[in-house]
C-alpha cells in the first residue's frame, strides 16, 4: 500500500508497472462485487463528473478527511475531456483502496472503451505509456458496480431509472463485465436522464439506445425497489447540482467543465434533504 499512499500525499507521475500493480488491487477490490452495492449506512456524500480535474478531486479528498464517519460514493465519469485524466482516475483508485469501507467508486457512461477512445483518455494513456496500460484501466471500467442501494432510504447510480425493470434484483442478474455496455439496462442506467415531466420514458438524444425518464416512471421503480431518494450525475449544471421529482432525485456534477460549473458533492441529510457542498 505504499504506492496507494504516496499517490495520496501527491505523487502524480507513475511508471507503467505502478499502474498496473494500483489498477490490479483495483480489480481484485470489485471483481466479485455486485452490479448494486449495499450500502449500510445513510450518512451517506455523493461525487458527481471528475472528468480529469485533479483540483476538484483533491478537494473531494480533503472532505473525505473532514467527513470522517461518512460514506462518499463517486458516481462516475473520472477520465475524459479535463487536463488531468490519468492523474484523476489514479487519485479516486487510491482513495477507494485507502479506505475501502467508506469510498465507493461507480462506473459512468465514460467507463467505456469506446467513450474513452472519442473523448480523450485512451488518447492520453496510450500516448503516455502505451495501449496495454489503457487495457488494464479498461479491465477496472468493467469491474466497477453500477449502483449502490439502501433499502427504504437511497438508490444511486451515474444515468437514471431503466426501462423494465422492477427489482435491484433484475439488475444484478445483468452482465456488467465488458468493456462496453451491450447490456441495454446498464446502458440505460449511465445513459438515461431524468425530465420534470409527467411521462414515463421517451427517446433522448444522447443515443439511440438511451431515454429521457419522466415522473411517472421515476416514481413506479422508486416504489418498487422502496427507496426515497435517488442521487445521479451524468449532467452539466451552471448551479453544480439540480434536483428533479419534488426534490427527490439529486443530480450532482463535481468538475469546472471549463469555468461553466461551480462545482459541488452533496450530503445526505437526517430528514432525507441534501446538503451542497463546494470544491472550489
Avoid at 488531468?84 to 465507493?104: H, Y
Avoid at 446502458?187 to 439506445?209: C, E, G, I, L, T
Wanted: net charge positive; hydrophobic share 35%.
Amino acid at each position: 500500500m505504499e504506492l496507494v499512499r504516496s499517490i495520496l500525499e501527491g505523487k502524480t507521475k507513475l511508471t507503467k508497472d505502478e499502474i498496473w500493480n494500483l489498477s490490479g488491487m483495483l480489480q481484485d477490490h470489485y471483481r466479485s462485487s455486485p452490479n448494486v452495492l449495499d450500502m449500510s449506512t445513510d450518512k451517506v456524500i455523493f461525487v458527481g463528473d471528475l472528468h480529469g480535474e485533479l483540483q476538484c478531486t483533491r478537494a473531494v479528498q480533503r472532505y473525505i478527511k473532514k467527513y470522517n464517519k461518512h460514506h462518499f460514493v463517486f458516481l462516475g465519469d473520472y477520465a475524459d475531456r479535463g487536463p488531468e485524466q490519468i492523474e484523476t482516475f489514479n487519485l479516486v483508485m487510491a482513495l477507494t483502496l485507502s479506505n475501502p469501507k467508506r469510498v465507493t467508486m461507480l462506473r459512468g457512461n465514460h467507463e467505456s472503451d469506446d467513450i474513452a477512445a472519442k473523448y480523450g483518455f485512451y488518447n492520453i494513456v496510450t500516448k503516455t505509456y502505451s495501449f496495454d496500460v489503457f487495457k488494464h484501466y479498461s479491465r477496472v471500467f468493467e469491474v466497477l458496480p453500477i449502483a449502490v442501494y439502501k433499502k427504504a432510504t437511497l438508490f444511486a447510480c451515474h444515468g437514471g431509472v431503466p426501462e423494465e425493470i422492477s427489482s435491484i434484483a433484475e439488475i444484478q442478474g445483468r452482465n456488467r463485465r465488458h468493456p462496453n455496455f451491450p447490456d441495454d439496462v446498464l446502458f440505460q442506467m449511465v445513459w438515461n436522464d431524468p425530465k420534470d415531466n409527467d411521462y414515463a420514458f421517451r427517446p433522448n438524444s444522447r443515443s439511440a439506445r438511451a431515454r429521457f425518464f419522466g415522473k411517472v416512471s421515476f416514481t413506479k421503480f422508486m416504489e418498487n425497489i422502496d427507496a426515497k431518494v435517488m442521487f445521479r450525475a451524468h449532467q452539466v449544471f451552471p448551479e453544480g447540482y439540480r434536483t428533479f421529482f419534488d426534490n427527490k432525485l439529486v443530480s450532482v456534477f463535481s468538475a469546472t467543465s471549463s469555468s461553466s460549473v461551480q462545482p459541488k458533492i452533496v450530503r445526505l441529510c437526517n430528514d432525507y434533504t441534501i446538503e451542497p457542498l463546494d470544491l472550489i
